[in-house]
């Protein structure tokens, strides 16, 4: 809270939601249009809102932080006005993981197994802001496999960069965390996506250590594809594909931005062809 007021505020603190459209929301869809035999158009609106509201709050979210441990090399203990879209990178791979270690149904106010609230609090502390092996996904981590791309910390991030560093993290994370054995990263060449190699990725031997390793198993994968979508402004000519991107199941969503202002995209609003209204986890601006 501390950081987002002392760079300021650039989000409405209350949204208000047409009940003409309906929201897409990582795949899933909320139509305030829809009724019911057994409620009134009143209560089946605001069963509708309920249900969004609880979905929407069960994305993990993660912000600019002050106070954490100093990032190796550094006097840095906040990553407050340049951290953001390494932030927005964290939130849209937790999402990867919540929608394959629990599923997308998964609600953090739901009833829960003892299971899936183990799952939920391992995946958060893959994002603890310390540098160890037991947090692959930290910003200090991050930052550190930054410094191989000629990134120095302190500096912004592109997203483009932020997927490479997600590769890497995934890939440095097999040796010592089992569970992301189970997945692997790819990231998109020019906007192409070469099925070959996605499934060359997917049947990787996994290796336990330097000496041993296990029969080729499938993987589940995250897919990353850096684009532009626009210049300075959001291009209304790939409205309709990024619609229909938010109504897939599998879809974690997209981080965005310009320096020292990243968004984490998650949804979208149908309203026509030619407008794109963007539902965001928090805005993260200076």
């Known amino acids: 809270m501390w950081n987002n007021m002392k760079y300021g505020w650039s989000m409405h603190l209350r949204t208000v939601f047409s009940h003409s459209y309906p929201i897409w929301l990582l795949g899933q869809v909320y139509?305030?249009?829809?009724?019911?035999?057994?409620?009134?158009?009143?209560?089946?609106?605001?069963?509708?809102?309920?249900?969004f509201q609880h979905d929407f709050i069960s994305r993990i979210w993660f912000t600019y932080r002050k106070d954490f441990r100093s990032i190796s090399g550094t006097a840095l203990t906040s990553d407050s006005g340049w951290g953001?879209?390494?932030?927005?990178?964290?939130?849209?791979?937790?999402?990867?993981?919540?929608?394959?270690?629990?599923?997308?149904?998964?609600?953090?106010?739901?009833?829960?197994?003892?299971?899936?609230?183990?799952?939920?609090?391992?995946?958060?502390?893959?994002?603890?802001?310390?540098?160890s092996n037991l947090c692959?996904?930290?910003?200090?981590?991050?930052?550190?496999?930054?410094?191989?791309?000629?990134?120095?910390?302190?500096?912004?991030?592109?997203?483009?960069?932020?997927?490479?560093?997600?590769?890497?993290?995934?890939?440095?994370?097999?040796?010592?965390?089992?569970?992301?054995?189970?997945l692997c990263v790819y990231v998109a060449q020019d906007?192409?996506?070469?099925?070959?190699?996605?499934?060359?990725?997917?049947?990787?031997?996994?290796?336990r250590s330097s000496e041993i390793t296990t029969p080729?198993?499938?993987r589940a994968v995250i897919i990353l594809v850096p684009i532009r979508l626009g210049?300075?402004?959001?291009?209304?000519?790939?409205?309709?594909?990024?619609?229909?991107f938010f109504g897939t199941e599998w879809c974690i969503g997209i981080i965005g931005g310009r320096p020292k202002h990243s968004l984490y995209s998650?949804?979208?609003?149908?309203?026509?062809?030619?407008?794109?209204?963007?539902?965001?986890?928090?805005?993260?601006?200076?």
């Open 191 to 207: 906007c192409t996506i070469y099925k070959d190699d996605v499934e060359q990725l997917c049947q990787r031997t996994r290796r």
């Open 231 to 244: 210049g300075s402004t959001f291009n209304p000519i790939y409205a309709d594909c990024i619609r229909t």
């Open 136 to 182: 692959p996904f930290s910003l200090h981590n991050l930052l550190v496999m930054g410094t191989g791309l000629g990134k120095s910390p302190g500096e912004w991030y592109g997203p483009s960069t932020v997927a490479h560093l997600l590769r890497s993290a995934m890939i440095q994370s097999q040796f010592t965390n089992p569970l992301l054995d189970q």
């Open 84 to 131: 953001c879209m390494l932030r927005s990178g964290q939130m849209m791979i937790a999402q990867a993981f919540i929608t394959h270690f629990l599923y997308r149904y998964w609600r953090v106010d739901g009833r829960h197994t003892r299971d899936e609230l183990i799952y939920h609090r391992e995946i958060i502390r893959w994002f603890g802001d310390f540098h």
């Open 31 to 51: 139509d305030f249009r829809l009724t019911s035999a057994d409620h009134s158009v009143e209560e089946a609106r605001q069963h509708c809102l309920r249900r």
């Open 266 to 286: 998650s949804g979208t609003r149908t309203i026509n062809s030619s407008t794109w209204t963007r539902i965001t986890r928090k805005q993260l601006s200076m």
């Open 216 to 218: 080729p198993q499938w």
